[in-house]
């Protein structure tokens, strides 16, 4: 079954800490995994998009890594703020499916000052 | 331009008014989708138009209505929903294939009251 799964379900820190969000994959084929920050009642802005060939992929504060073996992808965020407060999407893009997502259902994460 | 815009970004109504959700995209791009989101939970698919026609129809109740007058905008009609249909409905585009350039708009707060 294709299923993608996040962990942990939510997550407080405080300002300036630093975290690692996780996702565990089954989709196969598999095509590309992206990571979407997601703030309330707002569409999925899109942080990384990963192909099976890269391990590692940063934007600003935030890296991806991905481990095509083992089905496993990482976000991780430096330095928090504030604003980072949001849900963090993990999804999988099915190789020959025409678009189809498999999201995962996101980490809550909360940065408290 | 790389945005997908939504309109309204609120929206209210009650169970018998007929209402129409917008979303315009200027990328070139020849798929696009809408979905459904709940809150805390991972956004659906409803419906994917390719290249201007009706791709994919995930079950979706016939009081939502698709339409794609061409390559640029996507509509949906709104007509006899139920409470529970109170979400935020969620535009997308991307290239045909949808692996890359996936572009998501900032949404539709839908009410039904």
């Known amino acids: 079954k294709n299923q993608v799964e996040q962990s942990p379900q939510s997550l407080i820190i405080l300002e300036g800490k630093n975290c690692t969000l996780q996702?565990?994959?089954?989709?196969?084929?598999?095509?590309?995994l992206r990571w979407y920050k997601q703030d309330t009642g707002r569409g999925p802005v899109s942080l990384t998009i990963?192909?099976?060939?890269?391990n590692t992929k940063s934007n600003g504060r935030y890296t991806a890594t991905l481990d095509a073996d083992t089905k496993q992808s990482s976000l991780h965020i430096t330095a928090s703020q504030l604003s980072d407060s949001a849900s963090y999407i993990c999804?999988?893009?099915?190789?020959?499916?025409?678009?189809?997502?498999?999201f995962g259902q996101g980490t809550e994460l909360s940065v408290k000052p | 331009d790389t945005e997908v815009t939504q309109t309204p970004k609120h929206l209210v109504m009650g169970m018998t008014n007929k209402k129409s959700l917008k979303c315009e995209q200027h990328?070139?791009?020849?798929?696009m989708y809408w979905y459904k989101q709940k809150a805390k939970k991972p956004p659906e698919l409803m419906f994917v138009?390719?290249?201007?026609?009706?791709?994919i129809n995930e079950s979706v109740p016939s009081r939502f209505s698709p339409e794609c007058p061409n390559s640029s905008l996507l509509n949906l009609h709104l007509h006899a929903l139920q409470p529970e249909d109170s979400a935020l409905y969620l535009c997308?585009?991307?290239?045909?294939?949808?692996?890359?350039?996936?572009?998501f708009g900032s949404g539709t707060r839908l009410t039904v009251v």
């Open positions: 997308a585009s991307s290239p045909q294939g949808g692996d890359y350039g996936y572009t």
């Open positions: 996702c565990n994959y089954t989709v196969s084929p598999f095509s590309n």
């Open positions: 990963m192909t099976f060939s890269e």
């Open positions: 999804v999988v893009i099915r190789g020959n499916q025409g678009g189809k997502l498999i």
């Open positions: 990328m070139g791009h020849r798929a």
């Open positions: 138009y390719s290249y201007e026609k009706l791709s």
